[in-house]
């Protein structure tokens, strides 16, 4: 190929490497149209890109052959979206723009194209907007228009993850907190899990690599052995399957230092008691019209051999996720005393759950029944939400988030009809998925023929039927009874619409408030009295002062109310701002909190997150509220460091793990108080059998001495476990 000059020979010979690997990677249906589609998209992005360096130094055009990839060889898509992945930030990056890709490459590549440009130039209401939410929101508007662009978006995302070193920490934190929050939940949606896993697992390397690095570390210290238990507990398994006719692959897998340590932190497990950080997977290699028959003959052949946990047994043959996952998890008792995790399923569904939603459509979209699989139904679910939803782009990227995160399950209509919905979800869920003004009259179902409130919470398999009423009407109370965006969106425009039937009313009765206290009825004043209700505008103002829930006497305490909060002065903190050229800002200059959902001590990584008239948050980085802010508001990190002193106390907190037996208690006391003359904030005592659980919360200066006091506890004859939790931790 033919390349421009600001590319050195050797970068040359890579390229060409690259686009080779491009091509055998691309194992769909291809013509010569398609190729040379792919090939001139290549060349084009190549020069496109001739001038511009990553971070690390090497030739632009390298991210997007990468991207492509991805796109051809873990998601297995084809030439639109290959050509759409090369080309995916020529007209962010260079002067060609949409209507150039369109006349060259074609209008369905430029849509792609289109929605995967960021948004540039837009003139937010206020200054705390987030640009990054505004982001996700057209990525969700693109699930309803053309699922190619976040499938593109997702493989962009995993090479830019897996080439963060370059970059500058507080990017790292904010390009792997963004991801964690919704790129890595959004390919678990939409079914792929080998995505999903790398994802995370390079997320947790960016924000808490001391906890990667330390389970790392013990994952080679029982590799071997873990390894050599599952070949013991797979070889009869073998040589049954092999005899009754099974084809077979048996698997050991293991699990990655994120899925490790969110059972770690989930559970308040160390790594010694999961059980399945190492799992067995047995890949059934036969006919599409016996699989599932092949996948339950299989379980049977465990069953020979070892006793199972029929509590932990998860059937997703009968019930398929929504991105169409399918398979039996099974746990088993080896011979040497420990439950081991198995997983049995077909090359199919192995297929569908490495590549998700691009296999899934290829093995059923010749299904007349399309219309009702589950996926289908997300989609749709996604489309209708994005067209009703009108709220800001934050409060529609935390509703989606629900969706996003949560299992499934399924319920029954009283016809019989099969529904999908997250796990969590209330007899006011599945009213407002069947229809809005069902959901904004329910008043309750009955569920399995027996009568329940509409904040009931759903079983698999439950069937419902809804029960309305005329006088029933949507409430802001309503909210506390759904987990699914789609209801929280239709329950949120029926209140909007209830709510302005008493506009008129409320109006003139504000009115009148007004003259009394001779103030100019005023949009702007109206507004003010509203914000300083805690309302969201004047239509909710119209309906509280209406219904009398604002009286008069409110109104003018509210309008006579000229008090406002003082500002915090912490100190002993240095913030180094990316606008601030390097130079060092004390604390006091710019003003911070030290924010009690994580209770960041000195010696602790801390990261600084910023808000107009605000003071800096000071956060934890593996914090999940941190997290979250840093997914929306990434532009807003800085750079944050202690300085130590020794004059200023922080709030820590542990839960220790003890037997339950006279004297721990006062050698507990003693430790704490008597040696270290700690200053107790709080100890909450809890014992269960043999074992009892305390929660103390003390004051310490710095990460050494509270690493120092945790050596001492866990040295107790009677301690089995300390752990450093957030103080509003429930224990």
């Known amino acids: 190929m033919n390349y421009p000059d600001t590319y050195p020979k050797e970068e040359q010979l890579e390229m060409d490497r690259l686009y080779d690997v491009l091509l055998e990677s691309w194992t769909g249906k291809k013509d010569s149209f398609d190729i040379e589609l792919v090939k001139k998209a290549y060349e084009f992005a190549a020069f496109a890109h001739k001038d511009a360096r990553r971070k690390s130094g090497e030739p632009y055009i390298f991210h997007p052959i990468a991207v492509a990839i991805i796109v051809a060889k873990d998601i297995g898509m084809g030439p639109t979206s290959i050509t759409s992945a090369?080309?995916?930030?020529?007209?962010?990056?260079?002067?060609?723009?949409?209507?150039?890709?369109?006349?060259?490459?074609?209008?369905?590549?430029?849509r792609v194209v289109k929605g995967l440009t960021k948004l540039s130039g837009i003139d937010f209401q206020n200054s705390i907007e987030s640009i990054q939410a505004e982001n996700y929101r057209k990525i969700v508007n693109s699930l309803s228009e053309d699922i190619r662009v976040i499938l593109v978006k997702l493989a962009d995302r995993l090479h830019n993850m897996r080439t963060l070193d370059s970059m500058a920490h507080h990017k790292q934190l904010k390009i792997a907190s963004e991801t964690l929050s919704f790129y890595a939940p959004l390919a678990y949606r939409l079914g792929l899990y080998a995505i999903k896993m790398e994802l995370e697992n390079?997320?947790?390397?960016?924000?808490?690599?001391?906890?990667?690095?330390?389970?790392?570390?013990?994952?080679?210290?029982?590799?071997?052995?873990?390894?050599?238990?599952?070949?013991?507990?797979?070889?009869?398994?073998r040589e049954e399957l092999e005899r009754v006719g099974i084809k077979a692959e048996i698997k050991i897998l293991e699990r990655t230092q994120s899925g490790i340590w969110e059972r770690m932190h989930k559970f308040g497990l160390s790594l010694e008691e999961i059980y399945d950080v190492f799992v067995l997977r047995i890949v059934i290699d036969c006919p599409l019209d016996?699989?599932?028959?092949?996948?339950?003959?299989?379980?049977g052949v465990l069953t020979m051999f070892y006793r199972p946990n029929n509590a932990k047994l998860r059937d997703w043959l009968s019930f398929p996720?929504?991105?169409?996952?399918?398979?039996?998890?099974?746990?088993?008792?080896?011979?040497?005393?420990?439950?081991?995790?198995?997983?049995?399923?077909?090359?199919?569904?192995?297929?569908?759950?490495?590549?998700?939603?691009?296999?899934?459509?290829?093995?059923?979209?010749?299904?007349?029944?399309?219309?009702?699989?589950?996926?289908?139904?997300?989609?749709?679910?996604?489309?209708?939400l994005t067209k009703s939803d009108d709220s800001s782009a934050i409060e529609f990227l935390s509703s989606f988030k629900l969706d996003l995160f949560n299992d499934e399950i399924f319920v029954f209509t009283p016809k019989g009809e099969m529904k999908c919905l997250p796990k969590g979800?209330?007899?006011?869920?599945f009213a407002y998925m069947i229809h809005s003004e069902i959901g904004n009259h329910c008043v309750g179902a009955n569920v399995n023929k027996k009568l329940t409130k509409m904040n009931y919470v759903l079983c698999m398999g439950d069937q419902v039927e809804i029960i309305t009423s005329a006088f029933q009407n949507p409430q802001d109370q309503h909210f506390d009874y759904l987990v699914t965006s789609l209801a929280k969106s239709r329950l949120k425009a029926g209140i909007k619409d209830y709510k302005?039937?008493?506009?008129?009313?409320?109006?003139?009765?504000?009115?009148?408030?007004?003259?009394?206290?001779d103030v100019d009825f005023s949009r702007q004043n109206r507004n003010v009295l509203a914000e300083k209700a805690g309302l969201a505008g004047r239509i909710d103002l119209y309906y509280n002062v209406a219904l009398e829930k604002l009286s008069f006497d409110d109104v003018e305490k509210l309008l006579d109310d000229k008090h406002s909060a003082t500002p915090n002065s912490l100190i002993k903190i240095i913030a180094n701002s990316k606008d601030?050229?390097?130079?060092?800002?004390?604390?006091?200059?710019?003003?911070?909190?030290?924010?009690?959902?994580?209770?960041?001590?000195?010696?602790?990584?801390?990261?600084?997150?910023?808000?107009?008239?605000q003071p800096l948050q000071i956060h934890r980085p593996d914090c999940p509220k941190a997290i979250s802010l840093m997914s929306q508001f990434g532009n807003n990190i800085v750079k944050a460091k202690w300085q130590f002193s020794d004059d200023l106390a922080f709030m820590a907190t542990l839960k220790i793990t003890a037997v339950n037996k006279m004297g721990f208690g006062s050698d507990l006391f003693s430790t704490l108080s008597g040696k270290f003359k700690l200053d107790l904030y709080s100890v909450k005592m809890q014992s269960e059998g043999g074992m009892v659980d305390a929660t103390v919360s003390f004051y310490v200066n710095n990460l050494k001495q509270l690493e120092t006091v945790i050596s001492d506890i866990e040295s107790m004859s009677l301690v089995n476990k300390v752990k450093r939790i957030e103080r509003n931790v429930e224990s």
């Not at 016996?290 to 003959?297: R, S, T």
């Not at 439950?339 to 459509?361: D, H, N, P, S």
Request: net charge negative.
């Open 86 to 110: 090369l080309l995916h930030d020529v007209v962010e990056d260079t002067e060609y723009t949409e209507e150039y890709i369109a006349q060259e490459f074609g209008p369905k590549v430029a």
């Open 321 to 384: 996720k929504t991105n169409g996952y399918e398979s039996i998890h099974a746990v088993f008792m080896s011979k040497q005393g420990n439950w081991i995790e198995t997983q049995i399923r077909t090359k199919k569904m192995e297929l569908i759950a490495e590549r998700g939603i691009m296999a899934y459509l290829k093995y059923y979209k010749q299904d007349n029944n399309a219309a009702e699989n589950s996926l289908k139904l997300w989609l749709d679910n996604v489309k209708d």
């Open 202 to 237: 390079l997320c947790l390397k960016y924000i808490n690599p001391q906890v990667y690095d330390s389970i790392s570390k013990q994952l080679d210290n029982i590799r071997k052995s873990k390894i050599k238990e599952l070949e013991e507990f797979a070889a009869p398994i």
């Open 580 to 613: 601030a050229k390097a130079s060092e800002k004390e604390g006091d200059d710019l003003g911070y909190t030290i924010s009690t959902c994580c209770n960041p001590i000195p010696g602790d990584d801390v990261v600084a997150i910023s808000f107009p008239n």
């Open 425 to 429: 979800a209330t007899v006011l869920d």
């Open 290 to 299: 016996v699989e599932k028959i092949q996948c339950w003959q299989t379980f």
């Open 500 to 517: 302005r039937t008493f506009k008129e009313k409320g109006k003139a009765t504000l009115q009148e408030f007004f003259q009394r206290l």
